[in-house]
Structures are given as structure tokens and as C-alpha cells.
């Protein structure tokens, strides 16, 4: 789907990461920190300002959750990501027409930042969304849920829009527009960028009818 495009497809990392803010890789996004910041020229390494991923990934931040329907330690994080290519409108296009047209799921609603003291509410989301399907429904959320990052102790951050099918978040799209420094300060980056996660599993989950994830064709041979 992202190939056809204009999105290089990129073997997924190792588990053992080079950024050395973290244990182990937690997200798609973790070997791509680079070129969000204009440290490395993604045109250089791929040939394109887009790129695509099936990244192994490890996580304890919300280890607590783990068992029931759709968290898990180590899982695969589908996901696509821009470096200056493109923006919130295709962004939420390619997620709307991937999850209805691609995979034939209906969406139940989706999720935009509502803001804080901060940061202005992300009303060109909800735009957006509005202008591919005015019925859609938009649930605004605070921080702790629609701003995501940055991996390890500074990077990438932005505000994010999540999707959601049979009642589960199955794919979170990032605006990549700040870099969270170590104090947790913001600054704004020179090129905004996407990063997107989509949990394998959980899409396996609602693409087969499953109740949860272990009883999807990943895990019921085990």
C-alpha cells in the first residue's frame, strides 16, 4: 500500500537500538530520530523523504496493562513516516483509506489533541477528518493520550491523531513538530514531520474477528 505510494520500504531495525537513550527499540520511529532533526539526509540513505516499516519493537511503559485484550512486551509496529514529504492532510488520508478501502474495517471514531497551556488544539486534524467523512466522529483528548514522544529521554514529539476499530486504538499518527529536549522543553522543528504506529497484532485482531490478541493466527499455534 505505502510502496505503491512513494514510501521505501526499510528493514526493521534490531532490538538492540544505537540511541542510547533507551534499553531497548520501542517504536517504529526509534532508527528514523535522525532525520527528523536534518542530522542525516533521508534522500541520501533511501532515495525518498518517505519511508515504511515493520519494526520489532519492546516495550514496558505500560507493562502494567500487559494480558489483557491487545498490549503486549514485544510486538511488531507497522508504520509509515515523512521527513519533509508530506503533511496532516495526506497523513490522515492514507490511515482512512488503508483501514476502510484496504483492510474493508469500519473506523468507530477517531481521536485529535484538544490542546493545553502549551499547545494549540490540532483543529486542522479534525479539519481534515471532517472533509473525508463529515459523519466521522472526533473524540478531543488531552496530553496524556494525543501527544506522543519523545523515545528515550529527548527526540521527536508532537500531537497525534489515533484511530480507533471495534473499540481498540489500532493506529496512531504523530505530527512530528517539536523536539522534546532533555529539561522537557519544546522547540520547534525546522521540517514537521509523520510518524505512524499500527500495532500488527491488534490489527490482526480486529481484521479477524478475534476477542483478543493471542487468539489471532500470530499466537494460536503456541
Known amino acids: ?72 512486551t514485544f510486538f511488531e509496529m507497522l508504520g509509515n513516516f515523512s521527513f519533509g514529504g508530506y503533511w496532516k492532510k495526506e497523513a490522515i488520508q492514507y490511515g482512512y483509506d488503508f483501514i476502510t478501502k484496504e483492510m474493508g474495517l469500519k473506523i468507530d471514531y477517531v481521536t485529535t489533541f484538544a490542546g493545553d497551556t502549551d499547545i494549540s488544539p490540532d483543529s486542522e486534524s479534525e479539519h481534515y477528518w471532517k472533509s473525508i467523512d463529515s459523519n466521522i466522529e472526533i473524540r478531543k483528548m488531552g496530553r496524556s493520550d494525543n501527544f506522543w514522544g519523545p523515545t528515550g529521554n529527548e527526540g521527536p514529539c508532537g500531537p497525534t491523531t489515533e484511530i480507533y476499530v471495534n473499540g481498540i486504538e489500532i ?28 500495532g500488527l497484532e491488534r490489527l490482526a485482531m480486529v481484521a479477524q474477528g478475534k476477542r483478543n490478541v493471542f487468539e489471532t493466527d500470530l499466537f494460536s499455534s503456541i
Open 1 to 72: 500500500f505505502f510502496e505503491e505510494r512513494g514510501h521505501k520500504i526499510v528493514p526493521s531495525s534490531s532490538l538492540l537500538p544505537d540511541d542510547p537513550s533507551v534499553l531497548l527499540t520501542t517504536a517504529g520511529m526509534q532508527q528514523f530520530k535522525p532525520y527528523y532533526t536534518g542530522q542525516t539526509s533521508p534522500m541520501k540513505d533511501f532515495g525518498s523523504l518517505n519511508t515504511v516499516s515493520i519494526q520489532k519493537s519492546m516495550r514496558t511503559s505500560d507493562i502494567d496493562e500487559v494480558g489483557d485484550e491487545s498490549h503486549l
Open 171 to 198: 493506529w496512531n499518527i504523530v505530527f512530528n513538530e517539536y523536539y522534546c529536549n532533555k529539561d522537557k522543553s519544546l522547540s520547534e522543528l525546522d521540517k514537521p514531520g509523520i510518524d505512524t504506529g499500527m
